[in-house]
Nanobody, 113 residues
Framework: QVQLVESGGGLVQPGGSLRLSCTAS????????MAWYRQAPGKEREFVAT????????NYADSAKGRFTISRDNAKNTMYLQMNSLKPEDTAVYYC??????WGQGTQVTVSS
């Protein structure tokens, strides 16, 4: 059983930065493709970024390109999302996903002045 725990969310001003972390337990993270999703109030959950098991391949939603960077440290069983130049429309609960089936509980990101 894979358990995913996100952290690093919070309140940040527009233009600011945050780094989210997703730590896995119960399995070896390096076995899985990982991804970040987000869900804003009243909206469906949407894809943000994904990273291959070895970290060599990444893909981003158009809204994240050029501002967000996904990475992973398999030795630490942890995935990251570095978010820069944050906008109010980035406000959402951010979820990590493993192997397309396992989800974390989410971490709130609020971008507001």
């Amino acid at each position: 059983q894979v358990q995913l725990v996100e952290s690093g969310g919070g309140l940040v001003q527009p233009g600011g930065s945050l780094r989210l972390s997703c730590t896995a337990s119960g399995s070896i993270l390096s076995h899985y493709t990982m991804a970040w999703y987000r869900q804003a109030p009243g909206k469906e959950r949407e894809f943000v970024a994904t990273i291959s098991w070895g970290g060599g391949s990444t893909n981003y939603a158009d809204s994240a390109k050029g501002r967000f960077t996904i990475s992973r440290d398999n030795a630490k069983n942890t995935m990251y999302l570095q978010m820069n130049s944050l906008k109010p429309e980035d406000t959402a609960v951010y979820y990590c996903q493993a192997a397309s089936v396992y989800w974390g509980q989410g971490t709130q990101v609020t971008v507001s002045s």
